[in-house]
């Protein structure tokens, strides 16, 4: 079975890996930063809440986020495995994510600062489906609009300069043990993540084999 987590700062390319290998191993991509944005998106009592913790690039409070998480991994189409991305962020979530699933690999993505600014700047996303893309790297076909729905292209709230400052530190304060955690356990693999969508996954594919 395929209960994949992925791990690795912002900007790292986790969501763009996770989409891939989801598609490919016929498995649902469970973004606990895509759930949390639909709420914020559609104005629910949760994305209200979640909203500023958001924008300022903290974490949203665990309870909420475990939550939404739990109803997911609840459906039926996670129980053949899944892709996870976002999610654990801290000591915490990760033994309630072990409360609620065994884990069959942790992907770390290791890759330098200067790398993960670049791409996260460059960063637009498509506000009707969700497509991700890069100015420089992913670069849509017509300037500004989505490829699939022509809808005008925009940057996440929290892709600012301060906010993204914040995320780097919450990811090395509290995310980054987890790689301990995980290693003790034998579930983690290291993939370099820098380099071309392509160089990435094959190296992720490498790595559960
Ligand atoms: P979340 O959405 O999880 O954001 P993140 O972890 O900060 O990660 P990103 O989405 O920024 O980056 P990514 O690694 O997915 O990179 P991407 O593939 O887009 O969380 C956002 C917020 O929600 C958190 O700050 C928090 O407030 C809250 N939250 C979420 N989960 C939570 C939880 N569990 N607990 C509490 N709060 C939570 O790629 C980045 C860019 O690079 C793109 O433009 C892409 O096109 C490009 N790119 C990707 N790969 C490559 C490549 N190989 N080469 C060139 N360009 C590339």
């Known amino acids: 079975m395929h209960r994949i987590v992925l791990l690795g700062p912002p900007g790292a390319g ?3 890996q996770a989409k891939r290998l989801a598609q490919e191993l016929g498995i649902p991509h469970l973004s606990t930063g895509d759930m949390l944005r639909a709420a914020v998106a559609q104005d629910t009592p949760l994305g209200r809440d979640a909203d500023g913790y958001m ?3 903290l974490l949203v409070p665990d ?3 475990l939550g939404i998480l739990r109803e997911r991994l609840g459906t039926p189409d996670a129980h053949r495995g899944f892709v ?4 654990p962020r801290n000591v915490a979530q990760a033994r309630s994510l072990a409360e609620l699933t065994p884990l069959d690999h942790v992907l770390y993505f290791e890759i330098p600062d200067s790398v993960l600014v670049e791409r996260i700047s460059e960063r637009r996303s498509c506000p009707t489906c969700g497509t991700v893309y890069n100015l420089v790297t992913q670069p849509p076909r ?4 989505c490829d699939r729905d022509s809808t005008p292209l925009v940057q996440r709230s929290d892709d600012t300069e301060e906010s993204v400052r914040t995320r780097l530190v919450v990811y090395r304060e509290v995310t980054l043990p987890l790689l301990d955690l995980y290693r003790t356990q034998g579930l983690l693999r290291t993939v370099a993540a820098s380099g071309t969508v392509e160089d ?4 992720v594919r490498a790595a559960l084999r």
């Open 14 to 16: 986790k969501g763009t």
């Open 55 to 57: 924008r300022q690039g």
């Open 63 to 65: 309870s909420l986020v």
């Open 84 to 87: 996870l991305d976002g999610y």
């Open 142 to 145: 017509t300037p500004g609009r």
């Open 200 to 203: 990435v996954d094959a190296r």
